[in-house]
């Protein structure tokens, strides 16, 4: 388990970015794999995101996960939501007792926290939705319940800077949107660019002048620690496991 120092000073929240330890899952889900789109065993998966909820301190059904799909969709979570399917990549509350998950492996899981509002929320920042803007969605969305903010955002365990290996398509999708982009680009050969989504995603963050801190973890490495989509794809597995972060108003 991983918190952020920043938003571990605030009394009025818990957070925590649950590595794939503890758990019980078995085979490569083996662990706290939270993934509910997974192909796991789904009795695991509930007793995974039951231990998940006892540690947050909240009822498993107050454990609110989203349905992912890499868009640039943010919802905000009122008590009329309990039990409802949510599609989004993005969470924000002001409910206290509610607990908003998003599930990773490789991509960023940003916990956020408006200090003045008491507003929490969760961001899935995989590429497609960091390019298109899920992070300025979800601040939008916080700033317009009241514009007097003091927003902290931790970005967590995601794939690292020297294992994102990508096309030249990829890069030239990114330029084309801004020059600028170039600078979260190195040469790894003639064919491939190594990508720094984590810088991406940050400077987003800090372009809309909120606090950030990191745990600095690279989850395509860190096998023991995370599950990773990429590096389940290069051992020609099926299919992959997911860690989870939650962060919730107590």
Not at 155 to 171: A, R, T
Not at 185 to 193: E, P
Request: proline content about 1%; charged content about 30%; overall charge positive.
């Amino acid at each position: 388990m991983f918190y952020s120092k920043n938003l571990k000073k605030f009394k009025d929240l818990q957070h925590c970015f649950f590595s794939r330890k503890r758990g019980f899952s078995k085979g490569f889900y083996k662990g706290l794999n939270c993934g509910r789109g997974s192909n796991d065993n789904k009795v695991n998966i509930n007793k995974n995101l039951k231990y998940v909820s006892t540690k947050m301190k909240v009822k498993k059904n107050n454990l609110i996960l989203m349905h992912q799909t890499h868009s640039n969709r943010v919802k905000e979570i009122k008590k009329n939501d309990l039990g409802k399917k949510i599609f989004s990549d993005a969470m924000i509350t002001k409910i206290n007792g509610i607990a908003l998950g998003v599930v990773t492996a490789d991509c960023v899981p940003v916990l956020l926290f408006d200090k003045n509002n008491k507003i929490v929320g969760c961001i899935h920042a995989g590429w497609r939705g960091a390019f298109s803007n899920i992070i300025k969605n979800t601040v939008k969305k916080i700033r317009k319940i009241n514009k007097n903010n003091d927003i902290f955002a931790c970005v967590g365990p995601c794939i690292g800077k020297n294992s994102y290996e990508v096309d030249i398509n990829f890069y030239k999708k990114f330029v084309s949107k801004s020059k600028k982009n170039k600078s979260y680009f190195l040469q790894k050969n003639k064919n491939k660019k190594l990508f720094n989504l984590r810088k991406f995603v940050s400077d987003k963050l800090l372009d809309l002048n909120i606090q950030v801190d990191h745990i600095k973890r690279d989850t395509y490495l860190d096998k023991k620690n995370f599950f990773s989509y990429r590096r389940s794809s290069k051992l020609k597995q099926n299919d992959y496991g997911r860690c989870i972060s939650v962060i919730s108003l107590i």
